[in-house]
């Protein structure tokens, strides 16, 4: 997606807009002008991507109730001074190991059960090293806001493997990382989170 502009905030914000004004309205023409919003941030999205206005409009459909930041969890986990990162089949980029939480889930159970199912180690998350907002932390563009937590993560057991998503799992040196899937990963905050290892007593990043 094209992130020289400031289209997807615009969009981002319509689309919330409409999804809230759709959670509340009773009135039967402020819902068509609310629906009519929410297609005007699909066509946004679809003239500056390479996705279909049909797709978005159908993506955007789907969201109900009021709208909030999606949560994206990730796993740090060091061994040896080495950092834990999972090749993504879809980019073909390595990350560290994570995702969505899901439903009923803690963030820590969720960050732990990721780890474990992207990379074949078994981990417990020991503490909450950063919560960041992904639109300021040089990610490119993605069609809804996110907040991305990161654990540092304690290996407890298990073996490098692959997965459904992921290509295999290694330990990497700071200064020989590998190309990374930079929607879920960047330099800095894997720089960041080497930091924080070798000053445990640092507090939470967030924002």
């Known amino acids: 997606m094209d992130t020289s502009s400031h289209w997807l905030k615009w969009a981002q914000q319509l689309q919330a807009l409409a999804q809230n004004g759709l959670a509340y309205c009773q009135n039967p023409f402020d819902i068509e002008r609310f629906q009519s919003i929410r297609d005007i941030a ?19 459909d789907s969201e109900a109730g009021y709208a909030t930041p999606k949560i994206d969890v990730r796993g740090v986990v060091f061994r040896n001074n080495k950092v834990l990162l999972v090749k993504e089949l879809v980019d073909g980029g390595w990350t560290f190991p994570g995702g969505w939480v899901d439903v009923n889930e803690s963030p820590s159970e969720s960050v732990e059960r990721e780890v474990l199912e992207e990379s074949g180690y078994q981990v417990r998350a020991s503490k909450l090293l950063a919560l960041y907002d992904r639109n300021k932390h040089g990610h490119p563009a993605y069609i809804f806001h ?11 057991g298990g073996e490098g493997k692959t997965s459904l998503e992921t290509g295999g ?4 040196n700071r200064e020989d990382l590998p190309p990374l899937s930079t929607a879920r990963t960047t330099q800095e905050e894997i720089n960041r989170f080497f930091e924080h290892l070798q000053h445990p007593e640092w507090p939470t990043d967030f924002d």
């Open 42 to 60: 699909a066509e946004i999205v679809a003239t500056h991507s390479k996705a279909s206005y049909t797709d978005i409009k159908d993506l955007f």
């Open 146 to 156: 996110i907040y991305k937590l990161f654990f540092l993560c304690e290996l407890l």
């Open 169 to 172: 799992a290694q330990f990497f």
